[in-house]
């Protein structure tokens, strides 16, 4: 198994923490270490867009890390990160679709506003905008776990979803406001995965 990735990827880590929980053992490719792995064949095979994460299984070549997940916990089921009803798959699938609109976009948008772009050219209205837009989609998740210790009941592909993206947040200006005390927990019991520890 070889993934193509980057250190501070977080969409790269959905993948990692995928990989950890299943041991599956793999050999990452960091495509920022050298720029001849960008323009290689097999990367572009893996994702005509350009875009970490990729993977290379055996003939399987794929991108899209929530497509990658879905692909690894069907071929590798050992722990299942997926529930066996049919229901609830289908809701974690368009959670995930949903929250990336909401949420994880806009934890990329901020990524370029306050790490990438030089400090005079920064936006602080757009900041404040993007930020509160995170805080709606940290509410909607303090709703799902309250009495709940993940997203969907057990720990699934919903969890690993979000996860990465809410751990850049405190170098974005906010982080999960105390008041949203399940999501407080919960963020923590993730921290507390070997997984999550694994793919920092
Ligand atoms: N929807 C894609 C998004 C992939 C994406 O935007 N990846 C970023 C890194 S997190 C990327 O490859 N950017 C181009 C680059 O940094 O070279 C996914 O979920 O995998």
């Known amino acids: 198994m070889k993934l193509f990735c980057f250190p501070r990827s ?11 929980e299943k041991n599956i053992s793999y050999e990452p ?8 792995i960008k323009e ?24 899209e890390a929530f497509l990658i997940n879905q692909y690894l916990d069907k071929k590798y ?17 368009q959670f995930v679709s949903q929250i990336d609109k909401k949420m994880v976009l806009n934890i990329g948008l901020l990524v370029i506003e306050c790490l990438l772009k030089p400090k005079d050219q920064q936006r602080e209205d ?3 905008a993007k930020r509160a837009e995170v805080v709606e989609g940290l509410r909607e998740l303090d709703r799902m776990v309250e009495e ?12 690993v979803a979000v996860t990465p993206h809410i ?16 999501a407080t927990a919960w963020f923590e019991r993730i921290k507390a995965r070997p997984s999550f520890k694994a793919s920092a």
Do not use: C, W
């Not at 709940?148 to 969890?159: I, M, P, V």
């Open 148 to 159: 709940k210790d993940y997203l969907f009941g057990d720990f699934s592909l919903a969890d």
């Open 126 to 128: 757009f900041k404040v």
């Open 10 to 20: 977080g969409n790269s880590r959905e993948v990692k923490i995928v990989l950890a």
């Open 40 to 63: 290689s064949p097999e990367f572009k095979k893996a994702s005509p867009q350009g875009k970490v994460p990729a993977i290379i299984d055996g003939d399987v070549y794929m991108s």
């Open 77 to 93: 089921p050992a722990p299942a990160l997926m529930p066996k009803d049919e229901k609830t798959q289908q809701a974690i699938i």
């Open 167 to 182: 751990s850049a947040l405190p170098i974005l200006g906010t982080g999960i406001p105390a008041e949203f005390k399940n």
């Open 29 to 36: 490719i960091n495509v920022h270490g050298d720029p001849a």
